[in-house]
């Protein structure tokens, strides 16, 4: 996600007005809720103690729950094991910012650069530069536009998340013999790919059943943002059977308006796996009862794949001898029946 996209606060005024019960973790306490495997020490193999590895890492402001778990997560993992060093350089508050502190980090020739870019097309150069300099680079979630700028890229499957939310919304709809539901949607900022990319899995996954959307209202991933688009599509939709809101912490903002506006006879699902969405699914107290995730604990994996490459080390339970070029995390879709195994994964 670009800057512009996180700049905002994540609890608006409107929000903690309707007097909503959830929350979101947004702390920048690295043991808060971190998503980090701890089983790293051990005799032999991956786990095993190896040559001392520097790793640098930029990522935006943590103005954001997602954003701020993103870098929990990695000082937390880089924390686990004994032999890395984290390097973290402020990112700034735009690109240029973040290109000018990437530039000195990579003077300072750290084993690996793990990053998070403001935008990727912005740091493609950047990460033409450490790559050029014999820093390889780990790419995340934004990704740059040349492959050549990045050793390795870990991102999540904004498609997928669009098909797993279109999927689940079908099959419910079909399950309680709604044949020409109305369905609403509340994505994040329209101008992303990202965004778009999300539409449009949902869209082909609700075409499967024969439906598809009636109402569409952007907002800014911002609860702010999600509450004044939630009040508008609920003001043209009279009637609604299920909606789709593409990140949780706008969420927030989203069912603060379903909650003033009295409404309660569809079902929502929500978009990235906040801990507040799932423990409010858990709960089964509110018109939300899924989350499709897209989850922070991308940091995590990259700490330690990052590792890896430095030792010259590949997956233990892969024949190859190198770290994969390209990983895309699968989104998948939190209920009621599997929150508790997935509340650990919670940001």
């Not at 929000?15 to 701890?38: E, K």
């Not at 870990?154 to 044949?179: C, T």
Request: charged share 20%; proline share 4%; hydrophobic share 45%.
């Amino acid at each position: 996600m670009s800057a512009t996209t996180r700049r905002r606060l994540l609890f608006g005024t409107a929000a903690a007005g309707a007097g909503l019960a959830l929350t979101a973790c947004t702390s920048n306490d690295t043991g808060d809720n971190a998503q980090v495997r701890t089983d790293t020490g051990g005799d032999n193999g991956n786990a095993a103690a190896g040559p001392k590895v520097i790793i640098g890492f930029s990522a935006p402001a943590a103005d954001h729950g997602w954003i701020a778990a993103i870098t929990n997560n990695a000082k937390a993992q880089a924390g686990a094991y004994s032999d890395v060093e984290l390097r973290p350089v402020e990112a700034g508050s735009d690109a240029a910012a973040q290109r000018a502190a990437l530039s000195t980090l990579i003077a300072q020739k750290p084993n690996v650069i793990v990053m998070l870019p403001h935008d990727g097309k912005e740091l493609n150069a950047t990460g033409l530069e450490a790559m050029r300099a014999g820093i390889p680079v780990i790419n995340l979630d934004r990704a740059f536009p040349s492959a050549a700028a990045y050793r390795l890229q870990i991102k999540g499957d904004n498609y997928g998340m669009g098909l797993a939310a279109g999927q689940y919304i079908g099959e419910q709809l079909k399950a309680k013999g709604v044949s020409n539901p109305v369905i609403g949607e509340i994505p994040g900022i329209d101008s992303l790919e990202l965004t778009q990319e999300r539409t449009a899995g949902f869209n082909a996954a609700l075409a499967t059943f024969g439906f598809k959307v009636a109402n569409r209202r952007p907002a800014e991933f911002t609860a702010d943002s999600g509450q004044a688009a939630a009040t508008s599509l609920l003001q043209a939709l009279p009637k609604l059977d299920a909606l789709w809101n593409h990140d949780d912490d706008q969420g927030i903002g989203v069912l603060a308006a379903i909650k003033q506006a009295n409404r309660s006879e569809f079902f929502m699902v929500g978009g990235a796996g906040s801990k507040a969405a799932i423990d409010a699914i858990a709960r089964d107290d509110s018109v939300l009862k899924a989350t499709v995730t897209y989850s922070p604990s991308m940091a995590s994996s990259a700490i330690s794949l990052a590792r890896l490459i430095g030792q010259g080390k590949g997956l233990s339970d892969l024949v190859e001898l190198q770290v994969p070029k390209e990983i895309t995390l699968a989104s998948e879709t939190i209920t009621k029946d599997n929150a508790s195994k997935y509340a650990k994964l919670g940001f």
